[in-house]
């Protein structure tokens, strides 16, 4: 089956300091990619929409200054947690497919802690 | 609002147990309803799905079906592994999006 790769799977940081995390689709090209993000004993929550080549579509609540998304080739999205602070410490996880409607393909995760 | 519940884990059987893992939804129309597992160091995937009411997908001896009627998508399966051990997710579509559950960490014994 398709491949999504994510790193890296874990990162701790300074509090103030921006962390950048990849996701790449291996063996296909993906239009779409979500991130999402899951606070121990709860559930994925659906952060953003990257489209290849246009911005990203927030969920409500989400803060797009604070996570910057770039979706910039059909293989490639990056989430950048800007000025992290203790609270953004969280797990993260990107999905990708090359059609909203189909299948989705997920990477396995990254560990954000920050100090 | 559109939610998913799903059974509070732990949950740690011996191999050959049968298994249940409660799913409940709150959405409105037909949503899609899906498991995902995820395996130790893996990504999450796709376990099964089924798209309308009555529907039961099945893969790898696992079992849901759709029951409209009590908005529930119960995961099932009658012999577990040593390898079944995972992370299983409960999720609906709804609007492209896909709405998860807590996620019930499952633990099998040899």
């Known amino acids: 089956g398709a491949v999504v790769s994510q790193h890296p799977s874990w990162v701790i940081c300074k509090s103030g300091t921006s962390v950048k995390i990849e996701c790449r689709s291996l063996d296909f090209q993906a239009t779409t990619m979500f991130w999402y993000r899951q606070f121990p004993k709860q559930s994925l929550m659906l952060m953003a929409t990257s489209n290849e080549g246009s911005k990203a579509t927030y969920e409500q609540g989400v803060e797009k200054d604070k996570f910057l998304i770039n979706h910039a080739s059909l293989t490639l999205s990056t989430l950048t947690v800007t000025s992290a602070h203790p609270e953004d410490s969280s797990f993260y996880i990107c999905?990708?497919?090359?059609?909203?409607?189909?299948?989705?393909?997920f990477g396995s995760g990254t560990q954000l802690s920050v100090l | 609002g559109n939610s998913v519940t799903q059974m509070e884990g732990p949950v740690t059987l011996s191999e050959e147990a049968f298994l249940t893992i409660n799913c409940t939804y709150t959405a409105t129309g037909y949503p899609s309803l899906f498991w995902y597992v995820q395996y130790p160091g893996e990504g999450l995937q796709l376990l099964l799905k089924?798209?309308?009411?009555?529907d039961k997908g099945s893969n790898k001896g696992f079992e849901a079906t759709y029951r409209k009627e009590t908005t529930s998508f119960h995961l099932e399966k009658g012999s577990v592994q040593v390898s079944d051990s995972a992370v299983y997710f409960c999720?609906?579509?709804?609007?492209?999006?896909?709405?998860f559950g807590q996620g019930t960490r499952l633990t099998i014994n040899p």
């Open positions: 999720a609906y579509q709804g609007a492209q999006k896909l709405v």
């Open positions: 999905s990708a497919s090359d059609d909203p409607n189909e299948k989705l393909f």
């Open positions: 089924a798209t309308k009411a009555d």
